[in-house]
């Protein structure tokens, strides 16, 4: 071999060592794709989720007004009853003799009247012939003026007896259900005391009483003052009942009454509301929970609940920023609203707040932002548990296509090499 042969076939050599030495270069994988929504401020209903406790529109106690024997009880234990419907009788018999005695002390205050007006007409008469003297007159004119006031004492007697005789029918102060009875038959009562022998409730509608802490309501009229929110008043705040299988009362209530101070021991604020109730479905006494929309609050942000991110500082939402790079945007959240969080206070209206694909994304690195529909889950038509899988089963399939690749060129020579020889 001559020397410029040799000198080629080393300088060849020498490049082919060079191109197998030298290391494929890294590709920068591009941005992710992230699902997004634009921030827009609206105005939502300011919802509180509370527990109340039911309690009747009114209550009577329907007592024994005057005494004597309970002979029979009239109406239906807990039956509805109508305003003045006889509940319970009581023995009239002592009543009614002691009105007989009224009114005969009436009829004998009456003929005494009528006599000394006799007598007094008679010495008016003679007098102006001086046939009485002056004190004659005086005396019959004052025996008539007290024959005439014994009348009327004697008809307020008989008045008194006649309004106590009524008593023994007992009835109904109010209409409503009545209750259990409290005095069975043959009992003596009223003697003494007015003696309670049942209740009445009136079930429609009824009161929700709750409450509210001082410091929230403070909280809430501060943001009012700031224009924040905007508190509806007494007549105007409905409430929305839960019925014990998560259902909604079909009857919404309002607010009707607030109170103007606190409860020194419990710190709250006092609030009552009116439910109708209709059907009687809800009863005085139960505990049920509600939601209470007690005005409306503005400038307010709706995200999705995968959106939202929480650690030790507390929540937070990932914003693709004008520049395409990735910004982390500290939110206060103020409750859920069906699927979306409640965010009062942390964005601006335009933000682009990451839904799916947050898991893919880190702050300060760049993302391409496409727009996301409530459909389309995490951006894999999959809920963001279930998407994390694939996603990471992704880049490993694909290192594992990249180290078979380099295998698979490894045998290309060696099957070429192995046909050359056959060929030699």
Known sequence: MTAPLRTLALTCAVALALAACK??????PPPPEVGVIEAKPQTLPLQRELVGRLSAFRTA???ARVPGVLLKRVYQEGSEVKQGQVLF????????ASLNASEAQLASAKATYANAKVAADRARSLAPQAFVSKADL???ESAERTALAAVKQAEAAVTSARINLGYTDVTAPISGQAGKQQVTEGALVGQGDV???TTIDQLDPLYVNFSLSVDELTQLRAAQAKGALALSGDGKATVNVKLSDGTTYGEPGTLDFSSTTVDPSTGTVSLRA??????????????????ANLGERNNAFLVPQQALQRDTTGGYVMVVGGDGKVVRKNVKSDGVQGANWLISDGLAAGDKVIVAGVQKVKEGA???AKPWTPDQGNGNGQPAAAGQAPAAAAPAAASADKAAAPAQGEQKPAAAGATDS???
């Open 61 to 63: 106690d329907v007592r």
């Open 23 to 28: 290391k494929p270069e890294q590709q920068t």
């Open 274 to 291: 009116l439910l109708p109730n209709p059907q009687h479905i809800l009863l005085p006494g139960a505990f049920v929970s509600f939601q």
């Open 366 to 368: 760049p993302a391409t």
């Open 89 to 96: 009788q009581i023995d009239p018999a002592p009543l009614r």
């Open 195 to 197: 003696t309670l022998l």
């Open 422 to 424: 056959n060929k030699q």
């Open 138 to 140: 005086d005396n019959a």
